[in-house]
Structure formats: C-alpha cells, structure tokens
C-alpha cells in the first residue's frame, strides 16, 4: 500500500530511484521498496495520460481502480498533485 510516508520519500528524491538507492537512508529503505517505487513512477505516467487527454474512459476507470486498490486516502490526493 502506497502511503503519505511512501510518496514524501517519492518527493524528496524528485523520483529519483538512483539517487534514492545511493544516499536513501535505512530507514526509508526498509519503508519503501522498488515494487512501490515503480508503482509510483506507473502511476504518474498513467496520470499524465489522462490530464493530456490522452486515455480512453476505461483507462481512467482503470487508473481510478488501481488508486482505490494500492493507495491509501491521503496518499491519491499527493499523487495526483505531483505530475
């Protein structure tokens, strides 16, 4: 499940995930794994698509379904803002 911890972490390497691996702490390395890492980079991707006018409504619908399965509350609301 992505959370806000998940996506700050996101934030604070500018998606980054090299730069996440290098100098990550710990910490953040225990919290966040690559699986989470490139569902957030997917979800981006997917996202722009759909502000670009660029998808089709069962695209959105799907994006919507994986928000709603893999992202707690808070978290929807970040991703959506961060593209």
């Not at 500018?14 to 390395?29: C, L, N, Q, Y």
């Not at 569902?39 to 994986?66: C, P, R, W």
């Amino acid at each position: 499940m992505i959370t806000k911890q998940k996506i700050e972490i996101y934030k604070k390497f500018h998606g980054d995930s090299d730069g996440f691996a290098r100098v990550g702490s710990i910490t953040e390395k225990e919290l966040m794994t690559n699986d989470d890492w490139a569902q957030m980079d997917s979800m981006l991707q997917d996202l722009e698509l759909i502000e670009k006018g660029l998808a089709s409504k069962d695209f959105k619908n799907q994006v919507d379904t994986k928000l709603k399965e893999n992202f707690d509350f808070e978290s929807i609301e970040m991703i959506r803002h961060l593209h």
